[in-house]
């Protein structure tokens, strides 16, 4: 049974950065695709950033390019995400998310991901 479990959120300033831990029971980083996801207030859930199965490339959505990265420990099952240059407009609950089925030009579809976190709130104010 796949679980996945989001930490690392709070309420921080803009400007700062924030990392993101998605720890991953059930699935092998080998066969499963990960991603993150993100739902800001009244707004459809948004692509952040996936890395597919047995690949270390990640691959981002482009309001987030260059501030943020994803990266995966596959020893601990565990991936993350350094959020840096946080925006007001980055508010959201981040989600992760796991597919054994993903292909890349499907990669920014939350329906392609079967399993997902419950989520982990990220405000960022001044």
């Known amino acids: 049974q796949v679980h996945l479990a989001e930490s690392g959120g709070g309420s921080v300033q803009p400007g700062d950065s924030l990392r993101l831990s998605c720890a991953a029971s059930?699935?092998?980083?080998?066969?499963?695709?990960m991603a993150w996801f993100r739902q800001g207030p009244g707004k459809e859930r948004e692509f952040v950033a996936a890395?597919?199965?047995?690949?270390?490339?990640?691959y981002y959505g482009e309001a987030v390019k260059g501030r943020f990265t994803m990266s995966k420990d596959n020893a601990k099952s565990t991936m993350f995400l350094q959020m840096n240059n946080l925006k007001p407009e980055d508010t959201a609950v981040y989600y992760c998310?796991?597919?054994?089925?993903?292909?890349?030009?499907?990669?920014?579809?939350?329906?392609?991901?079967?399993?997902w976190g419950q989520g982990t709130q990220v405000t960022v104010s001044s």
């Open positions: 890395i597919r199965r047995s690949s270390t490339t990640a």
């Open positions: 998310a796991s597919s054994s089925t993903l292909i890349l030009s499907s990669i920014r579809q939350p329906t392609m991901y079967a399993h």
């Open positions: 059930g699935v092998s980083f080998g066969t499963y695709s």
